[in-house]
């Protein structure tokens, strides 16, 4: 039979992590200075144009509860059918 070769357990070198306090704070504020400039770029909608917008979502949800509540009626009426057929 062949002998088996066993591997040497491989050893663990500790690394030290030196992170400076100081380079945190400066990506910190450096990430909030990009994100401002980014926001000064957005195009904001006008309150005329986000009260279209919030109409036109409403309308979409109201017709989404109507023809689910539709299916969700058709569905039981056929349920109980069944039921009263079977039973």
Do not use: H, Y
């Not at 039979?1 to 491989?10: L, Y």
């Not at 770029?41 to 949800?61: C, E, H, R």
């Amino acid at each position: 039979m062949a002998e088996e070769k066993k591997a040497a357990p491989q050893q663990k070198v500790a690394v030290k992590k030196t992170e400076d306090k100081p380079k945190r704070m400066v990506r910190i504020k450096k990430w909030f200075r990009d994100m401002k400039s980014e926001l000064k770029k957005v195009v904001w909608p006008t309150p005329k144009q986000t009260a279209k917008n919030t109409g036109v979502a409403l309308v979409v949800i109201i017709v989404c509860a109507v023809v689910l509540w539709g299916f969700d009626s058709v569905a039981q009426a056929t349920v109980k059918a069944l039921i009263n057929i079977f039973a």
